[in-house]
């Protein structure tokens, strides 16, 4: 709950700002915003410092290949 908390702050501060947008590489249609990517890496940051052997899969991520699993996936 706190990750989340933090980055709606985030994205509510952002709210009716000037935005980075760019397209997601994989599909080239997709498009993606700074504020999505910042977003995401808060979260997935405060997540793994509370639970290190925890494997964390974002919207945004980039995969070439399948990455390797875990016990717990957020």
Known sequence: MQ???MAAEYVGSRFGGKLDVSRKAHDGNTLVTDVDLESQRM??????K???EHRILGEEDKFETE???TDFVW
Request: proline share 13%.
């Open 3 to 5: 990750a989340a908390r």
């Open 43 to 48: 979260i997935a940051g405060l997540v793994g």
């Open 50 to 52: 509370s639970f290190p």
């Open 67 to 69: 990455p390797a699993s």
